[in-house]
Nanobody, 118 residues
Framework: VQLQASGGGLVQAGGSLRLSCAASGRTIRRYTMGWFRQAPGKEREFVGRISGRGTLTAYADSVKGRFTISIDNNKNTVYLQMNSLKPEDTAVYYC????????????WGQGTLVTVSS
């Protein structure tokens, strides 16, 4: 599975961005898709995940209520809608796929940079 993330950019605190992750090579409707991020000087952290049919989601406490993950199986694309952005959300955001639905994300996109200014 190849993943292409896009949609990052510079936004002011309180603003919104929507990231996209287009998958190719396999349909993702049977897999778990995840979003992760890595801030400068920090380890990569989990942001959220969604089941392939979009029925189950989970989020990190730090983004719960502000970020929403959705999936469009017709486009084989997963989205991360980010609202009420904070400077601490600044990071490179990565999408990933877990083809075994076992909590192990084997394939990763290249990352897209989100910068939130105060």
């Amino acid at each position: 599975v190849q993943l292409q993330a896009s949609g990052g950019g510079l936004v002011q605190a309180g603003g919104s961005l929507r990231l996209s992750c287009a998958a190719s090579g396999r349909t993702i409707r049977r897999y778990t898709m995840g979003w992760f991020r890595q801030a400068p000087g920090k380890e990569r952290e989990f942001v959220g995940r969604i089941s392939g049919r979009g029925t189950l989601t989970a989020y990190a406490d730090s983004v719960k209520g502000r970020f929403t993950i959705s999936i469009d199986n017709n486009k084989n694309t997963v989205y991360l809608q980010m609202n009420s952005l904070k400077p601490e959300d600044t990071a490179v955001y990565y999408c990933a796929v877990d083809t075994r639905n076992a909590g192990d994300f084997e394939f990763w996109g290249q990352g897209t940079l989100v910068t939130v200014s105060s």
